[in-house]
T-cell receptor, first 111, second 112 residues
Framework: AQRVTQPEKLLSVFKGAPVELKCNYS??????LFWYVQYSRQRLQLLLRHISRESIKGFTADLNKGETSFHLKKPFAQEEDSAMYYC?????????????FGQGTTLQVKP | DAMVIQNPRYQVTQFGKPVTLSCSQTLNHNVMYWYQQKSSQAPKLLFH???????NEADTPDNFQSRRPNTSFCFLDIRSPGLGDAAMYLCATGRAGAYEQYFGPGTRLTVT
């Protein structure tokens, strides 16, 4: 079955420390993977997608098909990075497909 | 600003009393989604519309219905809310041919 797993409910780091939010997926096809973020009292929004291979707000994520992982990384955490992060797998066609979300990881960046 | 709007932001209803949640969008997107997010859980898709075509998830209870009268609006109807239906309900939109979804702020439903 298709599944997204985020093993950590809470990740707490100090400002300036490296951050890695883990995401593993289970999918037999070629995955379309995303990271969404929800800052306090704001709506869920797209942070980045694996196909674009871009860096947003200093975050990057590399798809590792061998390990079926899509971990989110940032070399130096900032306090404003504190938020809930969801890894998501898109299933189906872009017209009729859906997102399968992981359970989410709360990132807490301490001063 | 083009966006996804949900009304109301907070809704309280009584056990068994029908309730309707509203979503509107100014993005002119073809696809509109409804997700349910219970406390400390991931958002879970209930159903979505691609234009007027309705796509129901297999495990969405019959108690949940949806209407999309036009491109801009989509409604979630809960015919007989139970205590287990208390959750945050998220509306999202997407463009045909694209994977990104744009979320509204959500409606938090309380069932008393």
């Amino acid at each position: 079955a298709q599944r997204v797993t985020q093993p950590e409910k809470l990740l707490s780091v100090f400002k300036g420390a490296p951050v890695e939010l883990k995401c593993n997926y289970s999918y037999s096809g070629s995955p379309e993977l995303f990271w969404y973020v929800q800052y306090s009292r704001q709506r869920l929004q797209l942070l980045l997608r694996h196909i674009s291979r871009e860096s947003i707000k200093g975050f990057t994520a590399d798809l590792n098909k061998g390990e079926t992982s899509f971990h989110l990384k940032k070399p130096f955490a900032q306090e404003e990075d504190s938020a809930m992060y969801y890894c998501a797998l898109f299933l189906g066609s872009s017209n009729t497909g859906k997102l399968i979300f992981g359970q989410g990881t709360t990132l807490q960046v301490k001063p | 600003d083009a966006m996804v709007i949900q009304n109301p932001r907070y809704q309280v209803t009584q056990f068994g009393k029908p309730v309707t949640l509203s979503c509107s969008q100014t993005l002119n997107h073809n696809v509109m989604y409804w997700y349910q997010q219970k406390s400390s859980q991931a958002p879970k898709l209930l159903f979505h519309y691609y234009d007027k075509d309705f796509n129901n998830e297999a495990d969405t209870p019959d108690n949940f219905q949806s209407r999309r009268p036009n491109t801009s609006f989509c409604f979630l109807d809960i015919r007989s809310p139970g205590l287990g239906d208390a959750a945050m309900y998220l509306c999202a939109t997407g463009r045909a041919g694209a994977y990104e979804q744009y979320f509204g702020p959500g409606t938090r439903l309380t069932v008393t």
